[in-house]
């Protein structure tokens, strides 16, 4: 069956540094990954999405690279913030049909000031 | 304000009762979710719904159910056949390709 790993040990790191997050998966070939980002106690928030056949996309800080080779994606913010905190999912449509997305665990990003 | 509105934000029920869960949105998605999460776990799915008057079942159905009566409302119950409850629940709808999730309902049996 597919499978989603995210680092789930946190992630620190000094203000105003690149932030890089992992996500891999297996036994699988999605069209496209998603990014979501969720604050304590609040659901997920829809950040990015990128298709198979795009390289890697940006938005403001950040950037997303889908390298369907490796089976992997790489979630970068840059010049993080204090505010960046938070736990940041990747997300992949169920293979046999988009109507669901399988999503990762999550990896929880400490900006520390 | 667009988007999903979950009742209650808190909820607690005693070992052996059912309750239900409301989720509400006004984005005019057709597809609708229901989401289990537990601390250092992911969003494991319970139910979805494509279509009014439709929903399947995903991967931790077991001791749940749902209704889909109107395309704004997706309730979740609870049952007492669901051994172990106590988590949080967010409910989504989707747009395009991305999902919208309402800010969470976190149940505890007492």
């Known amino acids: 069956s597919q499978k989603i790993e995210q680092n789930s040990e946190a992630l620190n790191i000094q203000e105003g540094k690149t932030a890089t997050l992992t996500c891999n998966y297996t036994n699988y070939s999605p069209a496209y990954l998603q990014w979501y980002r969720q604050d304590p106690g609040r659901g997920p928030v829809f950040l990015l999405l990128i298709r198979e056949n795009e390289k890697e996309k940006r938005k403001e800080r950040l950037k997303v690279t889908f390298d369907t080779t490796l089976k992997q994606s790489l979630f970068h913010i840059t010049a993080s913030q204090p505010a960046d905190s938070a736990t940041y999912l990747c997300a992949l449509p169920y293979s046999g049909g988009y109507q669901k997305v399988t999503f990762g665990t999550g990896t929880k990003l400490q900006v520390i000031p | 304000d667009g988007g999903i509105t979950q009742s209650p934000k808190y909820l607690f029920r005693k070992e052996g009762q059912n309750v239900t869960l409301s989720c509400e949105q006004n984005?005019?998605?057709?597809?609708m979710y229901w989401y289990r999460q537990d601390p250092g776990q992911g969003l494991r799915l319970i139910y979805y719904s494509q279509i009014v008057n439709d929903f399947q079942k995903g991967d931790i159905a077991e001791g749940y159910s749902v209704s889909r009566e109107k395309k704004e409302s997706f309730p979740l119950t609870v049952t007492s056949a669901q051994k172990n409850p106590t988590a949080f629940y967010l409910c989504a709808s989707r747009g395009v390709t991305e999902a919208f999730f309402g800010q969470g309902t976190r149940l505890t049996v007492v």
């Open positions: 984005l005019n998605h057709d597809a």
